[in-house]
């Protein structure tokens, strides 16, 4: 994790003595990046966040012991390892990334407790389903951010389940009290498939806890499909086979129940990966080891927009390679598929030809912040012509990127790293509160450090 105040001013002139790298600014929680113009190396990438805490949920309700490897350490899969351990779930670490969950086979040992989530979407969905079906008194709350996360689908959707879930303060978003109520899912739950695909991912791994065949009926357009696809593939690993008719219609076979497969291990984060793809399209040549063009995660095809924009991509089982090409292009690019890296893409259209839009990313207005509003507004302190709309936005760049913008990250860990690769167009840069990156990545500016030049 970058260092803060006092801890920078040695490190700083060893640093910038060495390669004029990274240099933290005096000034609390700010980092001055230097103006590159190369990035090459090999990067080990952490764990995938989304992997990361379905696999420890499932484990948690499993039948049998699981040996988790290669788990993301961050802030979010934290917040989940504090719950669980609060649930009563016996949780041991084994190694850096390795844990040995012992499993509750869908009861929780602890029927009360209050739960602190921090931002942590991953967490905070998921857990809501599935303790909605658990027979118990718990208090889910986070920071202020995820107080106005919207939720209000998710327990709807479990209420129709006859969910006792009571909001403690405004309609529609956590805080949530959750008390003990009689179950009936009987009837298809229809939750909207339009704001974010979290809601259905929770209702999916969480109803094999009735024990009862249940049906759940998507209401519109679903979003971000490949994270849904993500937790398939997970339950399934887990014992438990859902059946899908199309995007509509998912049906959870009675009697179901979580085994444990023993041992798992977690892909590397496709999203994560993003940032240092782009990064060798726009200024070099880069390797990114962890997963490859099979990966579940739905992410990993940001590396087919990058070969759209002109870059090179070249795959292989567990790698990615990233290279430059003659000439980045612009993209008008439904990114559905792709919700998460395509805020990369909106980085990687500052130094494109012509003007490139994004659409389809109206679930970036819920997320850590107003990811869209976000994006705008700092995409305009380095010269780029922008438009936003509800659900699209649009880059023209500037001819010359402009130099020492500092960058506001609204407390979200993908606006930081993103806009670290603004370097490599050869200006300084200021990001604010770096340490924002400690979400899904606590030690991404020293890992990108290594590549630049």
Not at 56 to 70: H, M
Not at 93 to 105: F, L, N, R, Y
Not at 157 to 177: D, H
Request: with cysteine; proline share 5%.
């Amino acid at each position: 994790m970058p260092e803060t105040n006092g801890q920078s001013a040695n490190n700083n002139s060893r640093h910038h003595h060495q390669n004029s790298s990274l240099e933290l600014a005096n000034t609390m929680e700010q980092l001055l990046l230097d103006a590159f113009h190369h990035a090459n190396g090999e990067i080990k990438l952490p764990g995938s966040k989304s992997i990361s805490n379905r696999t420890l949920l499932l484990a948690a309700l499993s039948k049998g012991t699981t040996l988790i490897r290669d788990l993301l350490i961050s802030d979010d899969t934290n917040r989940m390892l504090d719950a669980l351990k609060l649930l009563g779930v016996t949780l041991d670490q084994c190694g850096e990334h390795d844990w040995k969950v012992t499993g509750c086979a869908g009861q929780f040992p602890n029927k009360q407790a209050d739960l602190f989530l921090g931002n942590a979407g991953t967490a905070f969905r998921p857990l809501t389903a599935a303790l909605a079906l658990s027979h118990g008194h718990y208090h889910l709350h986070g920071v202020p951010r995820m107080h106005e996360r919207p939720i209000g689908d998710l327990v709807d959707a479990l209420r129709q389940a006859g969910a006792g879930i009571a909001y403690e303060a405004n309609n529609g978003f956590p805080p949530l009290n959750i008390s003990p109520a009689q179950l009936d899912v009987r009837n298809p739950i229809q939750i909207r498939g339009d704001v974010s695909s979290q809601f259905l991912t929770a209702l999916l791994m969480a109803l094999p806890l009735t024990q009862q065949q249940a049906t759940i009926e998507v209401v519109g357009e679903l979003i971000s499909k490949p994270y849904i696809e993500i937790t398939l593939n997970l339950m399934a690993k887990f014992g438990v086979h859902v059946q899908r008719d199309g995007w509509q219609r998912f049906t959870i076979p009675a009697n179901s129940q979580y085994q444990s497969p023993a041992e798992m291990y977690v892909e590397g984060d496709a999203s994560s990966a993003s940032y240092f793809i782009a990064a060798g399209a726009i200024a070099g040549n880069v390797t990114v080891t962890g997963l490859g063009q099979t990966s579940i995660q739905g992410d990993v095809r940001f590396a087919e927009a990058v070969q759209l924009m002109g870059g090179n991509i070249h795959y292989d089982i567990n790698h990615i390679q990233s290279s430059q090409g003659k000439a980045i292009q612009a993209i008008d690019l439904d990114c559905n598929h792709i919700p998460d890296a395509a805020m990369t893409l909106a980085i990687l259209a500052l130094f494109a030809e012509g003007t490139t839009t994004l659409r389809n990313i109206a679930s970036w207005r819920v997320k850590e912040t107003d990811r869209i509003a976000a994006m705008a507004t700092e995409l305009r302190k380095v010269g780029a012509i922008v438009e936003e709309g509800a659900d699209y936005i649009k880059i023209t760049p500037p001819a010359q990127l402009t130099p020492n913008a500092v960058i506001d990250t609204y407390d979200d860990h993908r606006m930081a790293m993103c806009f670290s690769l603004v370097s490599l167009g050869g200006v300084p840069i200021t990001i604010n509160d770096p340490n924002c990156v400690a979400k899904t990545f606590p030690n991404y500016f020293d890992e990108f450090k290594k590549l630049v030049s």
